[in-house]
């Protein structure tokens, strides 16, 4: 039996068949003339547009800030597992083991999520009295200021625009 043969137009039409959903899927671009003719989503769009760039580097800080104490962290803590109880040398070692979960853990802290289990048994070793008021203040570094700064440039960045957009409106009248 022989087996049938392509012809070379039918070669190329399954080449490229996967290219055409995906090209399908770009006019899903035509979205953007939106923001050319609604004045409103326009402003937003180059308001988060130039919000962007300050985001990224406020959560670089907040990665640099994590990392100096997750050495710090895991020096102090996670090298000192064995001065916990049996139970809880495990928790320390899963949370302070190596900088990638001392880093791990500081960003569930960071989330509000557990933060006080973490401070009950790093105050079975550290004075509680150290150990509660440091980690409140890392999640209001971290928490409150960021998100204060993180809304405050994206708000400025919106008004911003907003004045470029009445700026530019004006000199269009005249």
């Known amino acids: 039996m022989d087996k049938p043969s392509l ?19 770009l006019r899903v671009l035509r979205l953007l003339k939106l923001f050319q003719i609604c004045q409103p989503l326009r402003i937003i769009g180059r308001g988060v547009v ?14 640099v800030l994590n990392f100096g104490l997750s050495v710090i962290l895991t020096t102090l803590v996670g090298q000192r597992s064995m001065l916990w109880a049996d139970e809880t040398t495990e928790d320390i070692a899963t949370w302070f083991g190596s ?17 006080d289990n973490i401070a009950n048994v790093l105050g ?4 509680s009295t150290v150990v509660v008021p440091l980690i409140v ?16 440039v994206i708000s400025d960045s919106f008004m911003a625009s907003q004045q470029r957009e009445l700026k530019s409106r004006e000199l269009s009248k005249d």
């Open 7 to 25: 012809t070379q137009t039918e070669c190329n039409f399954a080449a490229q068949e996967p290219v055409l959903p995906f090209l399908r899927l």
């Open 124 to 127: 079975t070793v550290y004075p």
């Open 137 to 152: 203040l890392y999640m209001m570094v971290c928490v409150f200021a960021v998100v204060g700064l993180i809304t405050s």
């Open 50 to 63: 130039k919000a962007f760039a300050v985001v990224v580097l406020v959560g670089m800080v907040v990665l």
């Open 99 to 115: 900088i990638g979960r001392s880093m791990q853990t500081l960003f569930t802290i960071q989330t509000l999520a557990g933060w």
